[in-house]
T-cell receptor, first 113, second 111 residues
Framework: ETGVTQTPRHLVMGMTNKKSLKCEQH?????MYWYKQSAKKPLELMFV???????ENNSVPSRFSPECPNSSHLFLHLHTLQPEDSALYLC????????????FGPGTRLLVL | SQQGEEDPQALSIQEGENATMNCSYK?????LQWYRQNSGRGLVHLIL?????REKHSGRLRVTLDTSKKSSSLLITASRAADTASYFC???????????FGSGTQLTVLP
């Protein structure tokens, strides 16, 4: 147990659906991250938030919309996704942005039909 | 991009044997980290080695770093079936505050 929780753990959605992924960290960290992990590919950093302010956005399509209402919670809103968006979505946190060690949640396995 | 590349992509050994995984990179780094991921789960931080360090130990883990060759190795001694997982190196360095991960080595330890 790393102190970072993610819900739901599994999600199946159609291309016209709207869903949200939730991440919560209980570590008092100031930075939170969304990563995408596809089969046989390196982890891709999607977004970085520092004290609720987005500091990185790595050319992620607008169908992914992050939200950070406070330093403990991070959401990823999904709409009109494509089948190639099926992946494991991992949330992580660190004491500071660019912090040396990141603590990961268990991930949400997303399948887009 | 300062993504690390792990080698081998897959490794299968018998319980009790040692497992060695390597990571090579191309740019300067501040530190290099190793993470472990059990199937379909999140990553767990194992060990961090800074650019001015050459070797570090943590339990059955031994990490080396050769900045002249831009490479690192992770050694797991006396492996156990529970060590079966994917192992990733992650780089942090230069002006980038982000961690960049490689594709990982899939380790299978057979009982």
């Amino acid at each position: 147990e790393t102190g970072v929780t993610q819900t739901p753990r599994h999600l199946v959605m159609g291309m016209t659906n709207k869903k949200s992924l939730k991440c919560e960290q209980h570590l008092g960290h100031n930075a939170m991250y969304w990563y995408k992990q596809s089969a046989k590919k390196p982890l891709e950093l999607m977004f970085v938030y520092s004290l609720e302010e987005r500091v990185e956005n790595n050319s992620v399509p607008s169908r992914f919309s992050p939200e950070c209402p406070n330093s403990s919670h991070l959401f990823l809103h999904l709409h009109t996704l494509q089948p190639e968006d099926s992946a494991l979505y991992l949330c992580a946190s660190s004491p500071q942005p660019g912090g040396e060690t990141q603590y990961f949640g268990p991930g949400t396995r997303l399948l887009v039909l | 991009s300062q993504q690390g590349e792990e080698d081998p992509q897959a490794l299968s050994i018998q319980e009790g044997e040692n497992a060695t995984m390597n990571c090579s990179y191309k740019t300067s780094i501040n530190n290099l980290q190793w993470y472990r991921q059990n199937s379909g789960r999140g990553l767990v931080h194992l060990i961090l080695i800074r650019s001015n360090e050459r070797e570090k130990h943590s339990g059955r883990l031994r990490v080396t770093l050769d900045t002249s060759k831009k490479s690192s190795s992770l050694l797991i001694t006396a492996s156990r079936a529970a060590d079966t997982a994917s192992y990733f190196c992650a780089l942090q360095g230069g002006s980038a505050r982000q961690l960049t991960f490689g594709s990982g080595t899939q380790l299978t330890v057979l009982p």
